[in-house]
Antibody
Framework: EVQLVESGGGLVQPGRSLRLSCVAS????????MHWVRQAPGKGLEWVSG????????DYADSVKGRFTISRDNAKNSLHLDMNSLRAEDMALYYC??????????????WGQGTLVTVSS | QSALTQPRSVSGSPGQSLTISCTGI?????????VSWYQQPPGTAPRLIIY???RRPSGVPDRFSASKSGDTASLTISGLQADDEADYFC?????????FGGGTKVAVL
């Protein structure tokens, strides 16, 4: 059974940094691209960032480009999101998401339960 | 990178069929076949129900079908059931970015 377990969320002041992590199990991690997708309370889904199987391709939404960095450690089956210069509009539930393919196809076949990031002074 | 356009809500009675549209621009929905649909019941994580425009993952009932014409993708739910009540999101991958629709709330009357 595929499991994606996120951690690292919490309350952070505007302008500060936070690192999200996701540990994967139940599938061959380096056979799949991975993504972060967020959902603000009561709102829709927003793709944040994606990384292909070997970290050769990293893509970002315009809203986070230059502030967020995605990375993965295939030896530890883990995915990370370093978030800097956080803003109120970054407040959301952040999902770790598995792609069907090794490249970023945008087809997300497994989702974690999410970790909540709250940005407030 | 603008969100794809979906109706905010649709409703139907049990047993009926309903269709949700998803309109993009020629650079995303129209250009690529990387269209997918997700179901999100209240308080749960999204679940993939359609990928590659019209393919269903294993375990998704064939009451869910989808298609694409030009810049518009569509999801049809046939034989509507009470547990189909959820938010539905379309999604298009266009090269280096991924777009979601704003979501459609499906109510079963």
């Amino acid at each position: 059974e595929v499991q994606l377990v996120e951690s690292g969320g919490g309350l952070v002041q505007p302008g500060r940094s936070l690192r999200l992590s996701c540990v994967a199990s139940g599938f061959t991690f380096d056979d799949h691209a991975m993504h972060w997708v967020r959902q603000a309370p009561g709102k829709g889904l927003e793709w944040v960032s994606g990384i292909n199987w070997n970290s050769g391709t990293k893509d970002y939404a315009d809203s986070v480009k230059g502030r967020f960095t995605i990375s993965r450690d295939n030896a530890k089956n883990s995915l990370h999101l370093d978030m800097n210069s956080l803003r109120a509009e970054d407040m959301a539930l952040y999902y770790c998401v598995k792609d069907i393919a090794v490249y970023t196809s945008g087809w997300f076949d497994s989702w974690g339960q999410g970790t909540l990031v709250t940005v407030s002074s | 990178q603008s969100a794809l356009t979906q109706p905010r809500s649709v409703s139907g009675s049990p047993g009926q069929s309903l269709t949700i549209s998803c309109t993009g621009i020629s650079g995303d929905v129209g250009k690529y076949n990387r269209v997918s649909w997700y179901q999100q019941p209240p308080g749960t994580a999204p679940r993939l129900i359609i990928y590659d425009v019209s393919r269903r993952p294993s375990g998704v009932p064939d009451r869910f079908s989808a298609s694409k014409s030009g810049d518009t993708a569509s999801l049809t739910i046939s034989g509507l059931q009470a547990d189909d009540e959820a938010d539905y999101f379309c999604c298009a991958s266009a090269g280096s970015y991924v777009l979601f629709g704003g979501g459609t709330k499906v109510a079963v009357l």
